[in-house]
């Protein structure tokens, strides 16, 4: 990722940040850096070969996804477990998501539900770990299991409460990684199909305790004192 001097122009310029940008993201979601790393501008533009301007714009645009901490005075570091932003984040989920839950319940037509049940069905089918990608879930996991969370949200028929998952979901993307890992012994599988069931059955008191209780264990792990998972 060696900057030229192609890349010195602002399109260039644009194009390495976006690439510096990808690196650090996946790097993070991937747990190459551990939960209060400090991520140092100048070394990872020596490692990339990109100038400490570009990194900055990247390292902001994490900060901004929630994925690192900008510190005053100290540069920027990845999170840490005890950042009181995941279980605030947690909090605006099980408000906001179990009242989405039983509009779509009460909302969704037959396509609504044919996407719930297709989208668990991918979920089922897709392996959520694979020795080239890391520790951490899969990106074809990943993506499998946000749509399935999403599709049950999408019979709401609201776009502002859409976007608000959305946001409030890459926001406690990084927490749900490493929630998996301090709880092995989480049924994963098993709590989706039963979100699956509950809501197709159109049983809307019992998807959303569902759903909330799903949400404050991915949140609750990350208080408790059980070490990560190798």
């Given at each position: 990722?060696?900057?030229?001097?192609?890349?010195?122009?602002?399109?260039?310029?644009?194009?390495?940040?976006?690439q510096v940008h990808a690196h650090l993201r996946d790097a993070i979601m991937?747990?190459?850096?551990?939960?209060?790393?400090?991520?140092k501008p100048q070394d990872i533009a020596r490692e990339l070969g990109v100038s400490l301007a570009v990194v900055r714009e990247a390292l902001v645009r994490v900060v901004g996804e929630g994925l690192a901490d900008r510190l005053p005075n100290r540069?920027?570091?990845?999170?840490?477990?005890?950042?009181r932003r995941w279980q605030e984040v947690a909090e605006a989920r099980r408000t906001i998501e179990p009242v989405m839950l039983r509009m779509s319940?009460?909302?969704?037509?037959?396509?609504?539900?044919?996407?719930?049940?297709?989208?668990h069905h991918r979920l089922?089918?897709?392996?959520?770990?694979?020795?080239?990608?890391?520790?951490?879930?899969?990106?074809?996991?990943?993506?499998?299991?946000r749509l399935f969370h999403?599709?049950?949200?999408?019979?709401?028929?609201?776009?502002?409460?859409?976007?608000?998952?959305?946001?409030?979901?890459?926001?406690s993307e990084l927490a749900r990684r490493w929630s998996a890992h301090r709880r092995p012994d989480r049924d994963g599988?098993?709590?989706?199909?039963?979100?699956?069931?509950?809501?197709?059955?159109?049983?809307?008191?019992?998807?959303?305790?569902?759903?909330?209780?799903?949400?404050?264990?991915?949140?609750?792990?990350?208080?408790?004192?059980?070490p990560p998972s190798p």
């Open positions: 990722m060696t900057q030229t001097a192609h890349g010195s122009s602002p399109a260039g310029k644009r194009m390495l940040s976006e991937r747990g190459d850096h551990a939960p209060g790393d400090p991520l540069g920027f570091a990845v999170p840490a477990f005890s950042d319940i009460e909302r969704g037509d037959l396509d609504w539900e044919a996407r719930v049940r297709a989208a089922v089918r897709t392996a959520p770990y694979a020795p080239e990608e890391g520790v951490n879930y899969t990106e074809a996991w990943a993506e499998a299991h999403r599709a049950l949200l999408e019979g709401c028929g609201n776009p502002v409460l859409l976007e608000t998952f959305d946001r409030l979901w890459t926001a599988e098993a709590e989706h199909r039963r979100l699956e069931e509950t809501a197709l059955a159109r049983d809307a008191d019992t998807a959303a305790e569902v759903l909330t209780r799903h949400l404050t264990m991915t949140a609750a792990a990350l208080t408790e004192d059980t």
